[in-house]
């Protein structure tokens, strides 16, 4: 009998609650099959380049903060744990996390991967994993009592351990069990590559002034009134002010000037000054009217608060 694999996903230094309702329920078909069951996770370190082998290499190494995720999948009745190593920043996109995951598949080969249906990773990863491994992906799957899992496809049927072919399961919640004690096997994959070096993860890369840009266009800059007050309301703020052609990615906190060019991931929030059209899916806030009087009114009200 193949293995049977859980995606966790993290929430801090735990592992996140619907990861672990995935976790419950792997346990309950691992023990109906007669399959072990796997708990597998990425974890970042810039340090570890990796092997050039595809596969991953086994590592025997420490790795930093992952005894207290190894007891508590332990104790949610996993029966090893593997930690993929990248020196990609964590993020649920397979641009970041692809290759790492990728290795665990290919390390492990395994029959069942279950996501927690609410997990960060498995809107993004969970399809992916079905189509890498070739696999049904099963959008629906629940406990029958605490120790059965009921596995369905789309059209109804049941998955069985005697069915050929592989699956991924998006498992929706399931009560988490405490089973077994916390001296379990943890195999390290020190994965090769990281991420895609195409792709700049929003949010990964730090910005100055601590998460806030002021960003002015070309005309607002080339006014000197504009400008002057453009740079007291940076000043105020502690953070950089910024040409269209220079925006970092995802600033916390961004205030528009003018109409400048931006590529804001969603993360970010944005309020905008002098723009010529009001409201919008993505703006908290606004000061409408002239650059100049918006600006200044909101550069006199913070000077004065």
């Known amino acids: ?13 735990r592992p996140h609650p619907s990861s672990l309702s995935a976790l419950a329920a792997g346990r309950a078909v691992a023990s109906s099959w007669g399959g072990t069951l796997y708990a597998a996770l990425v974890i970042h370190d810039p340090t570890d380049r990796g092997s050039t082998d595809s596969t991953g290499q086994i590592s025997h190494s420490h790795v930093p903060g992952v005894e207290t995720v190894r007891a508590a999948l332990a104790r949610g009745g996993a029966d090893k744990v593997v930690v993929a190593v990248t020196d990609a920043p964590i993020a649920a996109v397979w641009a970041a996390v692809g290759s790492a995951w990728q290795g665990v598949l290919d390390h492990l080969r395994p029959r069942l991967v279950l996501f927690g249906a609410d997990a960060p990773s498995a809107g993004e990863l969970g399809p992916r994993t079905g189509a890498r491994i070739g696999a049904r992906l099963l959008v629906r799957a629940r406990a029958v009592g605490l120790d059965h899992v009921e596995l369905r496809d789309r059209d109804g049927g049941y998955i069985r351990a005697s069915d050929g072919g592989a699956a991924v399961v998006l498992i929706g919640a399931t009560k988490p069990t405490t089973v077994g004690d916390d001296d379990i096997d943890i195999v ?33 800059a080339g006014d000197p009134q504009i400008l002057s007050a453009a740079n007291r309301l940076a000043g105020l703020l502690g953070a950089p002010l910024v040409k269209s052609s220079a925006t970092p990615l995802a600033p916390e906190l961004c205030v528009s000037i003018g109409t400048p060019t931006l590529d804001l991931a969603g993360a970010s929030s944005l309020i905008r000054l002098g723009h010529p059209k009001t409201g919008g899916k993505h703006v908290d806030g606004e000061l409408s009217g002239l650059a100049a009087t918006a600006l200044g009114e909101l550069v006199k009200a913070l000077e004065e608060g």
């Open 1 to 13: 009998m193949g293995a049977v694999l859980v995606h966790i996903d993290l929430d801090g230094d």
């Open 188 to 220: 390290v994959l020190a994965m090769p590559g990281g991420g895609d070096p195409r792709i700049e993860i929003a949010g990964s890369v730090p910005t100055d002034g601590q998460g806030v840009i002021v960003a002015i266009d070309e005309v607002s």
